[in-house]
């Protein structure tokens, strides 16, 4: 018999957008439950490349990648490729996301999200305040290196839009950016900084903070996966496998694993998953100043406490499938560029996080 209980406000999915709604809502002096069947922040919100990047409001989806999709595609490393497995799962979702690469949506779609992520500073840094953060945060800027003139020439149009949507971005010559950072020992042509940016010292620590600030204002947390979700005039009920609650208030917060639940509650979401890659490499001292992004390479090198992350690309195909060996050497023979002396990695992982046609998130 599946235990059953009421509650408010139920949030199912605790990594980061989860755990900071709980922050909210239980300091507001509200019964927060949260479900999830693992760790509070062990997904996508753990193995990321603890960037809070307010300058990202350019979408994945703009025309100079749709110029180059089709080699992206055709080409195993990459930076933005797909499980050919799942073509046909794909498809629809590629349909929309090469509409909404088109100049009228993407600039749509960079207005939406510079509209948000407006917002991302101040509220981390008053979430930093609730939760103990401040010794987690970094504000050293991010920093994009250019290669080859081609590729700073081919990314003028992303630069413009930003300017015109009031990202400070300042461009760098070879020598500025051997400047900001000596120890990089590939060579460059150009360089984006982002002065404004801020890092995490260790995303993990940040989640369990955050948990921990949640919990001491009374939310709760409940190890369980949600596998169904009815609503009635009475309110959502949320089943799984030996429990039932029953909530005023649902909000899913469940990342790339999202979309069977919105379905249930009556929303189509266009929701695919991108397969998230991560290597480590422990360090005696920092190899960087702030996170630095190759953007031929589509990876963030990004210090953090102990290690160096190396984070990113994208990869399309679904969460059923195991790791694919030949991103991770994508990874590793990238960051050898820049560092040709590391060790092995200490650790690899990877992991799933949602992804819309036009990078906008879902709200309401």
Request: contains cysteine.
């Amino acid at each position: 018999m599946a235990a059953s209980r009421t509650v408010e406000i139920a949030i199912v999915g605790a990594g980061v957008v989860g755990l900071a709604t709980a922050l909210r809502l239980a300091g507001e002096g509200r019964e927060v439950l949260l479900i999830d069947p693992n760790e509070p922040g062990s997904g996508a919100s753990f193995g990321n490349a603890g960037t809070i990047a307010e300058y990202a409001c350019m979408p994945v989806g703009n025309p100079a990648v749709l110029r180059a999709l089709p080699k992206l595609l055709l080409d195993p490393d990459s930076p933005f490729a797909l499980r050919w497995t799942a073509l046909f799962q794909l498809a629809p979702w590629l349909v929309r996301f090469v509409r909404q690469s088109l100049p009228a949506a993407t600039r749509a779609n960079a207005l939406a999200l510079a509209g948000l992520l407006a917002e991302a500073l101040p509220a981390w840094g008053e979430m930093a305040q609730e939760a103990g953060l401040q010794d987690l945060l970094r504000r050293n800027g991010c920093l994009y290196l250019y290669r080859r003139e081609g590729d700073f020439a081919a990314a003028s149009g992303g630069r413009a839009l930003r300017a015109e949507l009031g990202v400070r971005q300042e461009v760098l010559t070879s020598q500025e950016v051997a400047g900001l950072e000596p120890g990089l020992q590939a060579t460059h042509a150009r360089g984006l900084y982002f002065p404004h940016s801020m890092n995490v010292a260790d995303p993990s620590l940040v989640m369990r903070r955050l948990f921990d600030a949640a919990a001491a204002r009374g939310a709760l947390l409940v190890r369980a996966e949600v596998t169904s979700l009815r609503a009635d005039a009475g309110g959502v009920e949320l089943g799984g496998s030996d429990f039932r609650v029953k909530a005023k208030t649902v909000v899913i917060a469940a990342g790339a694993r999202s979309r069977a639940l919105a379905a249930q509650a009556g929303d189509s979401i266009p929701l695919e998953t991108e397969r998230g890659y991560h290597l480590e490499f422990l360090t005696d001292a920092p190899l960087l100043n702030r996170p630095v992004c190759p953007v031929d390479l589509g990876f963030y090198m990004t210090p953090m406490a102990g290690r160096l992350r190396v984070a990113g690309t994208v990869e399309l195909g679904g969460h059923a499938a195991p790791a694919n060996a030949r991103r991770l050497a994508l990874l590793d023979r990238g960051v050898r560029q820049f560092f040709p002396d590391l060790g092995r990695a200490s650790s690899e992982w990877l992991g799933f996080r949602p992804s819309l046609p036009d990078s906008r998130p879902v709200i309401g």
